[in-house]
């Protein structure tokens, strides 16, 4: 079946793909690493569409691309299966059920957002979701962190982030230090103080360079999160330190608190990618326009690069290069999750029940392997819980 069955009418082919993704978006849970796993048994196991090695190949070249790399891969596959109008078809309603989700939250945290359930209900998510993050970097770190160098520029990226250096300089800049030192002593020598100085040459804190509140305006939300779109590599969870450098160094358009009930309430208890946290953020700031607009702008480059890339990128995934400079942008990303970790740790964790909370749930989440889902249903229980019996 699948893509040995030419003889299909396109309309079967694309009707198949919108089916198939629309429920997807609208049951997936668990983050990037799950949704994919549920492709691949739909795609290669049930329906077989192409077989492993190509399903491989498709993963691994859209781990080269900027943004939602689940999002891309469904895009992928609705190319492969009905053409142009199967990318269209897959990613979109792909994303579709997360976002009418998201709205929903968002309008529910505006209205009733200053309500004491809610915040109750919101001071016992935030602490499991530290938990989360914090597990999500120690199993990608197993993967990401290969050998002295990698944990180097890891460790490196994750104090400069901490300091306010820019996470679009410190992502790319730790891909090249490893790209350079693989390369060998004479390319190293010659070329590792460029790299080196490129941070150097952007020596001022981010708070310095974007002093005061900027005026929203809806040109520069997009035109922010058509950026995140297209420079953001690695998990979804990197999208916190884009976030908060934006719009609140930055832009000063939102608080920590506020990023942070972006990714704790939109990112964990709606299907879909985490980077619909945007519909949310838009929401926000200037209602259904505005997140509708930064939900297309976040999303848009990675429709435009699969359909652009997708002819030649498995095989460009197969190069030495490719795969070094994918390394270093890995550690680099591991390097910003842990700093955004440390930094909402510091807003997160301010008693003994959220420190005992996300104790709890880390013990939970890497001893038993407990969906995110619930662990984050329970937190907000136990918030409620814990302040009409001690608040």
């Not at 009905?82 to 990318?87: D, E, I, Q």
């Not at 209602?287 to 990675?302: K, Y």
């Not at 197969?318 to 807003?347: C, E, H, P, T, Y």
Request: hydrophobic content about 55%; overall charge positive.
């Amino acid at each position: 079946m699948g893509e040995y069955q030419a003889q299909e009418p396109v309309t079967q082919r694309l009707k198949e793909v919108a089916l198939l993704f629309l429920r997807l978006g609208a049951t997936s849970f668990g983050g990037p690493a799950a949704y994919i796993g549920l492709m691949h048994h739909e795609v290669v196991n049930r329906r077989r569409w192409m077989d492993e090695q190509r399903f491989l190949d498709l993963m691994s070249a859209t781990m080269l691309l900027p943004g939602p790399n689940a999002t891309e891969v469904a895009s992928h596959l609705g190319l492969i299966r009905a053409g142009w109008r199967g990318l269209i078809v897959a990613g979109g309603l792909f994303i579709l059920p997360g976002m009418l989700a998201i709205l929903a939250v968002a309008w529910a945290y505006i209205k009733y957002g200053s309500l004491p359930q809610v915040a109750w209900t919101l001071y016992g998510i935030k602490p499991v979701v530290v938990a989360i993050i914090v597990q999500a970097i120690w199993s990608l770190g197993r993967k990401g962190i290969k050998g002295p160098l990698t944990a180097v520029v890891g460790l490196g990226v994750l104090l400069l982030h901490l300091a306010d250096f820019d996470e679009i300089v410190l992502l790319f800049a730790g891909a090249a230090v490893v790209l350079l030192v693989r390369s060998g002593r004479h390319l190293f020598k010659h070329g590792m103080s460029a790299v080196l100085t490129i941070p150097m040459l952007l020596n001022v804190p981010v708070t310095t360079l974007y002093a005061g509140v900027a005026s929203f305006s809806l040109s520069t939300l997009f035109l922010t999160f058509l950026k995140i779109g297209a420079t953001l590599f690695g998990s979804g969870y990197v999208l916190l330190a884009f976030l908060r450098s934006e719009f609140v160094v930055k832009l000063g358009w939102l608080t920590e608190a506020e990023v942070f009930d972006a990714i704790a309430v939109a990112g964990q208890i709606t299907p879909g990618p985490i980077f619909t946290s945007a519909t949310f953020i838009g929401y926000m700031l200037g209602g259904l326009p505005s997140a509708l607009l930064a939900t297309l702008a976040i999303f848009l480059p990675s429709f435009l690069l699969v359909g652009l890339l997708s002819r030649f990128l498995p095989s460009v995934r197969k190069s030495w290069w490719a795969g070094v400079f994918l390394d270093g942008v890995n550690a680099a990303s591991l390097g910003l999750m842990s700093a955004v970790a440390i930094q909402l740790s510091r807003v997160v964790l301010v008693d003994i029940f959220t420190i005992t909370l996300t104790l709890l749930a880390l013990f939970a989440v890497f001893r038993f392997k407990i969906n995110s889902v619930w662990l984050v249903l329970g937190g907000g229980l136990l918030g409620v819980v814990y302040q009409i019996l001690f608040g």
